[in-house]
């Protein structure tokens, strides 16, 4: 059922489309009650306004504090015209049937890094919550609009229905009003209850994420998905990045694609290429191009290089694409930019799963998101941790055996420790001139992994003579050095740490090995 639209009220921080509705509701005949710049600003455009006080008989006060927490208005929005009408004409209370109310911008002000306390504070919006909530529990009567984008839909709707508004509309809205405020709530929340705690991490913690799509299934086909991104995701994530073409991304590939994307993010200033299978990189390299990047990462494994998802960091041109489709069955490719040219060479695969992420100097996008935050969901209860920013460089470095690793062996230390940290543990990878040679993941021992990654390179026909050995945790055994110095490995990084670091020390000196610690534990589970 429509509802028709005679009195609306009107008062916004975000102006935005504010006097084409205006103007709309003018042409409709709906008295606007309005407050402060917002009529200021409708009267400038010649729309005319009605002052909240003059229509509640009451001033504002304390410094605007008090304005909108009256009988008359709430009395106007909360009243069921079929069984209130009595008692509102019996108070002089006129029915607002329209409300249009974005909140203070608390979340802007507490991003500024200048934001003091008593800022903060003032920009807790609180007549303007009480409004939504009371306009959108009687959303059989009344209109509520928290967002200038649905301003068009109310003005379609007057013009469609001769002023009034669909009830599927109302509700539709009212939804979202109360989505609005439940954000709006959390984010103040989680603002003084870190401010309480007095360090990052809030005595509560409260989200509100927003569905993007309805899966067809999750890991597995019995069970059901959907796949949901934070009010404001962090620029070139997985959440923000554009689905160019092919079906939408399955559970696995959102998984998948997110673990590429961070682990080849990791290598800036130089054309980088990840293939990740089953969450696990299976190749990574870095080239003189895009294009000698992904020959080399692909050489790791071609064989767990079948149906993967390939992470680039630069950008993707048509021959590249073109050598991509002909080599491999892939299931999603990502890339910071894909030219036009290359888009029309994907287009000829149209189930391939292509994403842009957009370039990665985007700036994060503001407000209280903790972007920096891992969650991870346990039975009953949510872990939370800073992500895995550690990053490490020469200087980090601590030498502890006898010989020092050459300026090569530097290089290819400081690869395997950014390829490391995206492997499953217990990770070990063998690495060789900016490419993986061998990947050994998720075993419930580190000699294993250590094993398994020796096997896959000879099984590739790869060398491990003269590469370098990450481990992302230390060797509780020096099983794990001489493992390496038998495969032919000539240098280890690993982060030490283990009571038995002296036999691991001496193991590698035995050998010749050099061996790195980095103090820093990069476990992935």
């Given at each position: 059922m429509s509802h028709p639209v005679r009195c609306a009220l009107l008062s916004v921080s975000d102006k935005r489309g504010l006097v084409e509705l205006g103007r709309a509701l003018m042409q409709h005949g709906v008295k606007i009650l309005s407050t402060g710049g917002t009529a200021a600003r409708l009267r400038a455009a010649g729309i005319e306004v009605v002052e909240v006080a003059e229509h509640t008989g009451f001033a504002e006060m304390m410094d605007g504090r008090v304005k909108t927490l009256h009988p008359a208005i709430h009395g106007g929005l909360l009243g069921r015209r079929d069984v209130d009408a009595a008692t509102m004409a019996a108070h002089g209370i006129e029915g607002i049937d329209l409300l249009v109310v974005n909140l203070y911008p608390f979340e802007a002000a507490v991003a500024d890094p200048n934001c003091d306390w008593v800022t903060a504070i003032e920009n807790i919006d609180i007549g303007g919550p009480a409004m939504l909530r009371s306009a959108a529990k009687n959303y059989a009567f009344v209109t509520v609009a928290v967002d200038p984008a649905d301003y068009s839909r109310i003005i379609d709707e007057l013009n469609a229905h001769n002023g009034a508004v669909a009830e599927t509309i109302r509700f539709d809205l009212a939804v979202k009003a109360f989505e609005h405020v439940a954000a709006y709530d959390a984010a103040i929340a989680n603002y003084l209850s870190t401010a309480l705690s007095g360090n990052d991490f809030p005595r509560t913690v409260t989200m509100q994420i927003e569905r993007v799509e309805q899966m067809r299934y999750g890991e597995n086909p019995h069970?059901?998905?959907?796949?949901?991104?934070?009010?404001?995701?962090?620029?070139?994530?997985?959440?923000?990045?554009?689905?160019?073409?092919?079906?939408?991304?399955?559970?696995?590939?959102?998984?998948?694609?997110?673990?590429?994307?961070?682990?080849?993010?990791?290598?800036?200033g130089q054309p980088a290429c990840v293939i990740v299978k089953h969450a696990n990189p299976c190749g990574v390299a870095v080239g003189r191009d895009a294009a000698s990047a992904y020959q080399r990462a692909f050489k790791t494994d071609p064989t767990?290089?079948?149906?993967?998802?390939?992470?680039?960091?630069?950008?993707?041109?048509?021959?590249?694409?073109?050598?991509?489709?002909?080599?491999?069955?892939?299931?999603?490719?990502i890339a910071p930019v894909i030219d036009e040219a290359a888009r029309d060479v994907l287009a000829t695969k149209a189930n391939v799963r292509v994403l842009c992420t957009g370039p990665w100097d985007s700036p994060v996008l503001s407000g209280m998101d903790y972007t920096n935050m891992d969650y991870k969901r346990v039975g009953g209860g949510l872990?939370?941790?800073?992500?895995?920013?550690?990053?490490?460089?020469?200087?980090?470095?601590?030498?502890?055996?006898?010989?020092s690793p050459s300026r090569t062996e530097i290089d290819d230390l400081l690869f395997a420790?950014?390829?490391?940290?995206?492997?499953?543990?217990?990770?070990?990878?063998?690495?060789?001139?900016?490419?993986?040679?061998?990947?050994?993941?998720?075993?419930m021992s580190r000699i294993y992994s250590a094993r398994i990654a020796a096997i896959k390179a000879r099984d590739e026909g790869l060398s491990i003579a003269g590469s370098v050995l990450a481990s992302d945790a230390f060797f509780p055994f020096r099983d794990g050095v001489d493992q390496a110095a038998a495969a032919g490995v000539s240098a280890i990084i690993q982060p030490g740490g283990s009571i038995r670091d002296e036999q691991t020390i001496a193991a590698a000196n035995e050998h010749g090995l050099a061996m790195v610690f980095t103090g820093m534990r990069h476990f992935r589970h």
């Open positions: 069970q059901q998905a959907a796949f949901y991104r934070e009010r404001e995701p962090c620029a070139s994530s997985i959440a923000a990045a554009e689905l160019v073409q092919g079906k939408a991304l399955s559970f696995n590939n959102v998984v998948d694609a997110d673990a590429a994307l961070e682990c080849v993010r990791s290598f800036a767990s290089a079948f149906g993967g998802i390939i992470a680039f960091n630069t950008a993707l041109d048509a021959a590249l694409a073109t050598t991509v489709l002909a080599q491999q069955f892939v299931e999603v490719i872990l939370v941790q800073q992500r895995d920013t550690g990053r490490l460089n020469a200087d980090g470095l601590q030498v502890v055996t006898e010989r420790w950014k390829v490391v940290k995206f492997v499953k543990s217990n990770a070990i990878v063998y690495c060789k001139d900016g490419m993986t040679i061998g990947v050994g993941a998720g075993q």
